[in-house]
Each structure stands twice: as C-alpha cells, then as structure tokens.
C-alpha cells in the first residue's frame, strides 16, 4: 500500500525537525510538507490533502483550534492528531470539540506518536504498525515530569536569550523581548518546558526562574530600554511571583500575557498590585481571535502585540489591513503602543509603518542574541543596516557585543 501522508503543522522548527526525523524512521510514513502557522496549515491541506495532520496547539494566526476547526469544516476526511506541550483537560477538550481524532502531550514517548499517526489514519486504511501498548502510567509520566523541571530548576539551566523590539521611525531598540532557554540536553522548545511545569503544579517556579535569568540583562540595557518576559495568568496570580517583584526594577519591565483564558476582569485584579508597583503590562497574540480583543478592552494594556499571523503578509492582504487598522485606531485612543512581530521584509513594515505602527520585531530587525556586559559597550550595532536596510552581518553585530 503507499505510505501514509503527513502534514506537520508547529511553529517550533526544533520540533518539526524532531518530527520529520521520526516520521522518516518509518518507512510506511512519508512527511508531505510543513507549516509554521493556522493559514499555512490550511493551505498546505488544500494543496497535498494529507492522510493525516500533526497540528501544534499554539502558534500564529490562531492556533490549532481554529486550524482545525477550518480544516476539518472544509476537509471532512481530514485526520488531525493535536500534539500539545501542555496536558490540560480544557486544551484537549477544545482541540477534539475542533475537529482533531486524537491528542498527545509532546512529553510522550515517540512510539507513542507514531501510534496515534497511524490510529488517526486506520480509518481510511488498516494501520501498518502494531498498536504499542503505554509503558507509563499517568503518574509515573508526571514524576518524570516533575523530576526534568525539578533538575532544570536546580541546576540553574533557565537562560535567556533576548530579540530586540525596534522603533522603525528612528532604527532605535527601545525595548528587548527575552526568549527563555533551558540549556540542558535533550533539546527542548521552551514550550515543552512549560508544559511540564504545568503538568506538575511548578509552573510559577520556572516562569519565576525565566524572569531572573532576563533581569541579569538589565545592566547592559541603556535606560529607558524596557525588557519584556512573557508570564502566563497562573504564574501572575501565585502569591511567590507577586513577592519576587521589587520596585527597584519594575519600572523597566514588561510583562507579555498571553494565552488568556480567565475573563479580563479576573486576571486584572491580580495585575493591580504588579502595575501599582510601576511594571508595565502586554497582550500577546492580539489579531489572532476575539479573545484577545475581549482582553485588550478589558485591560487596557501599555503594549498591544499583533501577531505573526496578522503582520504576514499585510502588504498582500486587505483583511489582515484591516485588523491592524482597528487595533492601532484603538491603542491611539487609549495610549498604548502596539508591537508588530514578524517582520521580515521591506514591504511588510512599510505597510505597518503607513497604519501608526511605531514598534516592530522581527528577523529583518534583529535576530535573537544573548547580552553582554558591560553598557559602554552598548547595543547600537544590533539595528545598524545597510543602505538597503538589512541588518549588518554577525561579525559587526558580535564586535559591538551582542
């Protein structure tokens, strides 16, 4: 019989590249293509009507939920797998109310994925591998869990790498986004990460151990350059988070919320004490679906992000326009600044530029980089362009110390 055809949609390149070495392990699986975003899995369905579907559940333009609910509307056969760092009940309920066959944690083991591929595709065929049987129980996953976040924790393996967030009238950084890492084998998206921590109630204490390692930037960032860390509504609300904050430095940072699933007067209320203390506060994802909307009227942010998958491609696309119009009229309004993400291209940001937005993020801007010490070296290179507006090479940018 002709092998089975997967799609892989997951905006982690590390973990495409984990699952196109897995699925070319099996030769009765063939990988047909790859999306990093909800319309790129869409499309890329359209055109190779694969078997079946490995779909992240958080990335750009949407997330998997609308991917596939979108999918499986146009695609009735279509054969989605949800793959989630996160184990939630919520998340799974949402993803197969979407449309999805199956749902597995990426903590799982590979045998484990390759399982559900070809369960999700015996529908149409009779699967070409024996069902593998778990070897761990639900609680013995969890110890292994806790135990990796317990050891990443302890040995102090949370480090951060920071993407510089660009004022595009001047070419100036006037803020970082810190990216956090866990520099422990094997590698693992800082997702998964998170996942874990989730599973096993340590939540709180790694995104607390992220916020240490993006403070340690601090010293080398000129004021007024903000640094902003992504923090999740659970960690905001735990009573150590709150403790760990100090106004000796919170008028310099900001924290990106995301994923916001709480009504936006819930999660405000925790955020009063934070902002009452001078710490500035983000939506991430903004664009992406009505609830995040719902959180920008509700909270009143000081920064708006837009997500990738509204910036891409706005040169091309009325709709996209349109969004970002309606969402920069309303930051005017109420004083916040919106960041676009993404950036990637000449076209892209004059559009951007053309409907008031000022701060912008993306590869064509800067890459991300660890800081060094100390400031008199400064972080000036780290935007300086060509006359063509590309950003230097990695020599000059490294000799200026970033």
Known sequence: MDPIRVLVVDDEESVVDVLRSLIGSDPSLRLVGTAHDAEGGIALTSEERPDVILMDVRMPGGGGVRAVREITKRYPEARVVALSAHEDEDTRIRMIGAGARDYVPKSESTDTILEAIHRAAGGARKARRPRVHR?????????????????????GSVTTVFQPIVDVRTGDVVG????PQVSM???????????????????????????????????????????????????IRAPRFQRAIREAWAGRVVFALSELSAPGADIGAALEPIRARGVRIALADVGAGLGGLEHLVALWPEFVRLDRGITDDIHLDGTR??????????????????????????????????????????DRLGLPRHLAHPTDRGIGMWTSRDPDGSVEDDAAIDHAGV
Not at 195 to 221: C, H, I, M, N, S
């Open 135 to 155: 070897l761990r129980a639900s609680d013995q996953r969890k110890e292994e869990q806790r135990a990796r976040v317990e050891r990443a924790l302890e040995s």
């Open 176 to 179: 970082v986004e810190a990216q």
């Open 185 to 235: 084998l094997p590698s693992r998206p800082f997702d998964a990460w998170i996942g874990d921590a989730e599973a096993v109630d340590l939540l709180p204490q790694l995104e607390l151990a992220a916020l240490r390692a993006a403070l340690t930037a601090l010293p080398a960032l000129p004021e007024p350059v903000f640094l902003e860390v992504e923090v999740s509504p659970a960690t």
């Open 321 to 362: 326009h349109a969004v970002v119009a309606a969402v920069t009229g309303w930051a005017t309004k109420g004083g916040a600044e919106v960041i676009a993400e993404g950036v990637t291209s000449l076209s892209q940001l004059d559009e951007l530029t053309g409907l008031g937005v000022r701060l912008a993020q993306g």
